[in-house]
């Protein structure tokens, strides 16, 4: 999985942290030297990783740290808000010219995944209600511009190519029939190379003067960590990138380019690849990063799913009856569906805090889902509204008609009454009142 080991090894140095009532400033350096090791094997940037646990240790040894009751939370507090910060704090907006066409200009290595993250990113946009045209000006690579035409036409977006005409040239003239078409983005897909050289960087530099780009993104690939930052390094000095998209993130078990790229060249990592689909981007939220590498669960990708998954009229009616203790077994099935909805119940679990770890070798069971449905539906509807009174005798009858035994419909009415309590605790909770508030 992304950031394995990296993340392992961090939640183990918190949970000893978490372990310790009262911390010592040695209990701190020694969790720092822990950080330090991990962020390295990591393979994070080493100046990065120095930087960075100086900031944390000035402010972990700090009195007010070790005197509070919680000091293990309070360093890991500090942690995270460091990491955060160090990543570019929260997503950065591809830029949107106020004077149609947008021009994005994406470079990168060959391989790096360029021409597809073209692609992608026009999706992403088409999907928002954009009308982005591509362009090949890759005309080196002989199978460039005929990818770049078969997923043009995959995911239904024009493609503006001149065969192997002057890129220079071809950059221009996509601009004036952007213009002439209608369309507000135009995405050119620009030559790679093995390896960074004059030849390319000169035509690159070409092709900006003539198109003057808003967005200058350069495509790296994550898995190969300290060079994906050194390119990024030099691609920045001679182009002045406005961002990056870190391909192949899916594919990234140690997290070196995704933790140092925007701290060692100042550039955003904008969006982020994750599988060889149309579909396979995302926006890069580092604080969502961050709180996954922590163990601190991705409970606003959680809430975003939620977002989707939720009814919102539904979601109002259940708030009310947690509120009024009125959630019946019906409810509780509505509720088992809508969590179904939002991916495999495992996938979901993981984000939440302090679950993810544990579930990892439990395979949740998709079949314990349909028995739930049975029992409940072989319920009578006393029974579903009013649980209490299901006493042994009805418990044997349920059993009978759902094909299941009395124990699963005593664990059924057992989880019906903690998540009752557990609803009932969170309500009480700022902000976990209710469904999820859509919007930002
Ligand atoms: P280019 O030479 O930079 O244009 O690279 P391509 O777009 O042709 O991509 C090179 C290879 O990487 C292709 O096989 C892509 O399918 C693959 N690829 C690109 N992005 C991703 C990604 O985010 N995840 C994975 N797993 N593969 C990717």
């Known amino acids: ?61 700090g009195q007010e740290v070790l005197e509070s009751l919680t000091p293990g939370q309070h360093v890991i507090k500090i942690v995270n808000e460091e990491m955060v910060a160090m990543m570019g704090g929260s997503e950065s907006k591809l830029a949107i010219s106020s004077k149609p066409p947008t021009v994005v200009m994406l470079v990168g290595l060959q391989g790096a995944g360029k021409t597809t993250h073209g692609a992608k990113l026009a999706n992403m946009l088409k999907k928002q209600g954009k009308h982005p045209l591509l362009v090949a000006c890759d005309i080196y690579r002989p199978a460039a511009i005929k990818q770049l035409q078969v997923l043009g036409e995959q995911i239904k977006v024009p493609v503006f190519s001149l065969g192997q005409e002057n890129p220079v040239k071809i950059a221009g003239e996509s601009l004036d029939y952007a213009g002439k078409n209608g369309h507000d983005t135009v995405i050119i897909d620009t030559a790679g190379r093995l390896h960074i050289n004059e030849e390319l960087m000169g035509e690159l530099e070409d092709i900006k003067a003539v198109v003057q780009p808003h967005e200058i993104l350069l495509v790296v690939d994550a898995m190969t960590g300290q060079d994906a930052v050194n390119v990024a390094e030099t691609f920045n000095s001679k182009l002045a990138l406005s961002g990056v998209i870190l391909s192949k993130l899916d594919g990234d078990t140690r997290g070196g380019a995704a933790i140092s790229v925007r701290s060692v060249t100042g550039c955003p990592i904008k969006y982020a690849g994750v599988g060889e689909k149309m579909d396979a981007l995302e926006v890069f ?57 939002m991916g495999s119940l495992s996938s979901v679990l993981e984000m939440i805090p302090g679950i993810g770890k544990q579930l990892k070798d439990v395979q949740i069971d998709d079949k314990e889902f349909a028995r739930v449905e049975a029992m409940i539906q072989s319920m009578t509807v006393e029974e579903r509204t009013r649980p209490a009174v299901i006493k042994d005798s009805r418990k044997k009858r349920i059993a009978r008609g759902s094909g299941t035994s009395v124990q699963d419909v005593g664990k059924l009415i057992k989880q019906y009454e903690q998540t009752k309590k557990m609803m009932k605790q969170m309500s009480g909770l700022p902000g976990m009142g209710g469904p999820p508030k859509s919007g930002k």
């Open 285 to 341: 939220y580092p604080d969502r990063m961050v709180s996954r590498i922590l163990g601190m669960g991705d409970v606003l990708t959680l809430i975003e799913k939620a977002q989707n998954a939720f009814d919102d009229k539904k979601a109002k009616e259940l708030e009310e009856k947690i509120r009024k203790q009125e959630l019946t077994l019906d409810d509780f099935l509505d509720q088992i569906n809508q969590l179904r909805k």
């Open 1 to 61: 999985a992304m950031f394995e080991g990296l993340s392992e090894k961090l939640q183990a140095t918190f949970k000893r942290l978490k372990g310790k009532g009262k911390l010592t400033e040695a209990d701190v350096n020694e969790a720092m030297r822990e950080v330090r090791v991990a962020l390295l094997e990591a393979d994070v940037n080493f100046k990065v990783v120095k930087d960075l646990i100086a900031k944390i240790k000035e402010r972990a040894v």
